[in-house]
């Protein structure tokens, strides 16, 4: 550390980790320091720190313009996107440029949704109108803005199909609805409503999907109770996104997960208290029999009616008790059998010595194998040890002696160990108590009383979960507990009294109430009343009773005077729960019914879902019992529904490896140069993954991902060679211009050699100039070549053998265009297209035949395109046809297959004449598409062979 460090502030020491905690603990009031990290520390981690806490816009915006650190620079940009949404949220006067260009900046970020809903400023909302692109956020300002010129904007931004059938039917402007209906109706009258709508209504679905997939796999996930926040996310998502017919199927999602939740917790809690039962009958008995032992070591005789009631006692109790403790009776049983014995038979102590001797070491071998280290337990050792001191003494090299020393000895190096645990667990109890009392200390008297009553009950029932039932061993921190609590008394009284008169006013009401006509509002009342009466605070124990009898015989009078009422409402219920019993009984029928179409059935189980949330109370007896079925008719439906989903799963996993095959095959042409023929191989794959099913839903966005990037890869390439090629053409046509305004300037005088040579050298450079941009490639032919028709022209006028070869090129042309119109009738042979291919080329090597030239050659060309073009009709004619030859070859081969899978030894003869027969047909079937043709032959000649007998043969 520099000497001039001493004289810094901690944020701009040299010391990075100095300098990093410093700006941690910088809080919001030090914005200029902040501001000064943020631009000029040079350290980015520290810079990130202090940019998360900046406030200014305008430093942020220095700082995205500055900033060097490409994550420092986003958390800037988001920074400032939310403190731009936050002024926009809260701006109510006259709009300035300032809130244009903060429009302008959030248009497309995640906080457009919020402003349209939010921003006072119609102004501004119109604003951002006018540049979003998010279509759901313009579909609800047309459904639910307020102002009609701000609806009209968004609609006419609006662009798919489904969400301006939305706004015609339920936005709230009449005019904003007609201006939807003709947008509908001129999208459907361009034909645009299902082409340019599917990928929108396809990604919404996906979207919808996932979020379902999402919700479901939380709520079947062996953690579900610690991803409340997740779900609750995933919510928030779907109210947002909008789930349309999905929303249905989130709802039970949503209600099966908030059930599991609450079975769990119900769970938990009966746990819980089954737990504090058994302690304290554990500890019960455990007093019961220390008694017992007590009672033993004094007078048998005296103490025997009191012991009989304790043995009778701890029977009657020990149903639920565990064996350690079952044993421990025992023992006292058998204890006290042998004094009863010994009490009657004086005469045989040293041999009942004996015997106690031998009960004492077995009882206590039992203990010290056990592994009880409980009170009741260390009790029962000292009550033998006891007995055992009673008895004659023994010497030092006795083997009883002896095993009674090591048993001892092991016990208490037991309880030693048993009283260290418990000793640490009390320290630590003691410290977790001592913060409560802390906390309790800390509490702000100026607070709100109700706040600090909840933060009171709050941190006793923390008190009481730690201390349990051993508050005896915790009464001196109690002590501090209460002092610490009793300041709050006074305000614990005034709360007292505030609560009396809420009560007293809800007593009032409730008057008031009884004097009514009975009635469902009555009833509907008399419940608010009952739970407020609930939530009321505590009150004095004074007025305790008084407040409770006078609430309980209103809310007697109130009920029985809606007898009537309450009466319908019962029969009203058993018809519900009639309606609802058919339901659980159609879902059953659903459930046990065999057929494969579970895609219908899924529709109609989410109908009677519907149905049922539709569906009112039913009778308070049958509402667990009707829930149960339904929950287990539900259950069983999904079950099986589960198991279809699993079959489908395994169809999505092939279709996933078939579009691996593909993505490695693109990736290898990705590279590929060949463009014509590398683009029409990746149509042929594109067409193939359209073929190919879905791929599994977590899978599915990775995998077109792959196979999108490769794709991509190749036709960007191809698009920059083009572009490359685009220039080169401009180049070119532009030469070509400049060459034939030049050769136009000539006198096309062909005496003339100036003129020759620069024809002849226009014509070498025209043959050296490559391509010119598609749409001038016509216009700039035909003014190059009425140049050349019109030098020719002039030679024909001048050189006789000129003209004459000129004459025959043409009238070989003119032969040329009859020979193709000719062919035309059989442009579906492949002879026939050779033919044209060739009078092609000829026409190239053929001179040219002056002024007609041009004529001629828009004749051939035209002709030309007129064959090709009914060459490709013809040739689809010819698919198809082989098309219908295969699927007709497809019910020979299910048909041979269906003879085979029914093949005897007895109808083997009937099925091959069938064969036969199935062969002939085989044969007057025309050919089928080449690329199925091996596969088709090979399956139905194996059928086939295989009635025969006899292996495969070759077609």
């Known amino acids: 550390m520099g000497l001039f460090d001493l004289f810094k502030p901690k944020w701009q020491k040299s010391d990075v980790e100095v300098r990093k905690d410093a700006v941690i603990k910088l809080n919001a009031n030090n914005q200029s320091a902040i501001e000064t990290v943020a631009l000029s520390d040079t350290d980015s981690e520290i810079r990130g720190i202090a940019i998360r806490k900046l406030e200014s816009k305008e430093v942020l915006q220095k700082v995205i313009d500055s900033e060097t650190d490409a994550s420092n620079k986003r958390d800037a940009e988001n920074r400032l996107l939310e403190k731009l949404a936050d002024h926009l949220k809260n701006f109510r006067e006259v709009v300035t440029p300032n809130e244009l260009e903060a429009v302008a900046k959030v248009a497309n970020s995640r ?29 609800y300002v047309a459904l639910k803005d307020l102002k009609t010129d701000v609806a009209m904007a968004a609609l006419e931004r609006v662009e798919r199909a489904n969400m301006l059938q939305n706004i015609f039917q339920n936005s709230r402007h009449t005019v904003v609805r007609q201006k939807a209906g003709e947008k509908l109706r001129e999208l459907e009258k361009n034909g645009k409503t299902e082409d340019d709508q599917k990928n929108d209504t396809t990604i919404l679905f996906r979207k919808r999907e996932a979020i379902l997939q999402q919700a479901q796999r939380i709520s079947d996930s062996k953690n579900f109770m610690e991803n409340e926040a997740e779900f609750e996310n995933i919510l928030q998502a779907a109210k947002e996104l909008g789930m349309g017919p999905a929303q249905a199927e989130l709802d039970r999602i949503t209600d099966t997960y908030h059930l599991r939740r609450k079975a769990e917790l119900s769970r938990i809690e009966k746990a819980n208290a089954e737990a504090h039962a058994k302690t304290d009958l554990q500890k019960r008995l455990e007093s019961i029999l220390a008694e017992i032992d007590k009672l ?41 059998n042998q004094l009863t014995e010994q009490s009657t038979e004086e005469s045989e102590e040293d041999e009942e010595s004996k015997a106690s001797r031998e009960e004492i070491l077995a009882q206590l071998k039992v203990l010290a194998e056990a592994d009880d280290t409980s ?80 933060k009171l009950r709050d941190s006793y029932k923390r008190w009481k979960e730690i201390v349990v039932d051993d508050k005896y061993r915790y009464k001196e921190i109690w002590k501090e507990y209460q002092d610490a609590t009793s300041r709050f008394k006074e305000m614990q009284e005034w709360e007292s009294w505030h609560n009396e008169n809420d009560r007293e006013a809800l007593l009032e009401e409730m008057v008031a109430l009884s004097k009514e006509e009975p009635s469902k509002d009555v009833l509907l009342k008399l419940r608010t009343y009952a739970n407020q009466w609930k939530t009321a605070g505590p009150v004095s124990t004074a007025r305790l009773n008084e407040f409770r009898d006078k609430f309980r015989a209103l809310f007697e009078e109130i009920m029985k005077k809606c007898e009537p009422i309450i009466q319908e409402q019962e029969e009203e219920r058993e018809k519900n729960l009639a309606l609802k019993e058919e339901i659980c009984q159609q879902i059953e029928e659903l459930a046990k019914e065999s057929d494969e179409n579970w895609r219908d059935k899924y529709k109609t189980m989410q109908e009677l879902q519907e149905k049922w949330k539709t569906i009112g109370m039913v009778p308070k007896d049958n509402v667990q019992a009707i829930w149960n079925r339904f929950r287990t008719a539900e259950n069983a439906f999904f079950a099986k529904h589960k198991e279809f989903v699993k079959q489908e799963d395994f169809v999505r996993e092939e279709n996933y490896q078939k579009k691996v095959a593909l993505c490695e095959k693109a990736e290898k042409l990705a590279t590929s140069n060949d463009w014509n023929a590398t683009s029409n191989e990746f149509r042929n794959l594109q067409e193939d993954w359209k073929n190919i099913g879905p791929a599994p839903r977590s899978k599915s966005e990775e995998i077109w991902a792959r196979f999108r990037t490769a794709c991509d890869g190749f036709f960007d390439r191809k698009r920059s060679h083009f572009e490359e090629l685009d220039s080169e053409k401009a180049k070119t046509l532009a030469a070509k211009e400049a060459l034939c305004a030049k050769l136009e300037a000539l006198n096309f005088d062909p005496t003339d050699p100036e003129t020759v040579k620069a024809m002849e050298e226009g014509a070498e450079e025209w043959k050296k100039l490559g391509m010119v941009p598609k749409d001038k490639i016509e216009e700039i032919w035909n003014r190059y070549s009425a140049i050349l028709d019109k030098f020719a022209a002039k030679r024909a006028e001048v050189d006789p053998e000129y003209k004459k070869t000129a004459a025959e090129a043409k009238s070989k042309k003119e032969s040329m265009i009859t020979t193709v119109s000719k062919l035309m009738e059989t442009a579906g042979s492949n002879q026939s297209a050779d033919a044209v291919k060739n009078l092609q080329s000829e026409w190239n090597a053929l001179p040219r035949c002056g002024a007609e030239e041009q004529e001629l050659y828009k004749k051939f060309r035209s002709i030309c395109d007129e064959f090709f073009t009914r060459r490709r009709d013809q040739l689809d004619i010819q698919e198809q046809a082989r098309e219908n030859n295969l699927q007709s070859k497809l019910r020979l081969c299910e048909e041979a297959e269906r003879l085979l899978d029914g093949l005897t030894d007895e109808n083997r003869r009937d099925a091959m004449n069938e064969v036969k027969q199935l062969r002939r047909h085989w044969r007057e079937i025309g050919a089928v598409p080449r690329k199925e043709s091996d596969k088709i032959w090979n399956r139905f000649n194996s059928a086939c062979d295989a009635i025969f007998g006899k292996k495969p043969e070759a077609e």
């Open 375 to 454: 009170k009741a337990v260390e009790h029962k050792v000292k009550v033998l040890a006891r007995a055992w001191e009673k008895l004659p003494v023994m010497e030092g090299d006795d083997p009883e002696l002896q095993n009674y020393n090591a048993l001892r000895n092991k016990l208490t190096e037991k309880f030693n160990a048993q009283h260290e645990a418990d000793e640490k667990i009390f320290n630590e109890n003691s410290e977790k108590l001592r913060a409560i009392i802390d906390e309790v200390k800390k509490i702000d008297d100026n607070n709100d009383f109700k706040v600090i009553s909840q």
């Open 111 to 139: 906080f457009v949704d919020d402003l349209l809903k939010s921003m006072p400023s119609s102004e501004l909302r119109l604003a951002l109108v006018q540049i979003s692109t998010r279509q759901s956020s313009l579909e």
């Open 296 to 336: 033993m070591e004094g007078n048998l005789d005296e103490n025997r009616d009191q012991l009989n009631l304790l043995i009778a006692s701890f029977k009657a109790q020990s149903s639920k008790a565990d064996n350690a403790m079952l044993n421990l009776f025992k023992m006292s049983m058998d204890r006290y």
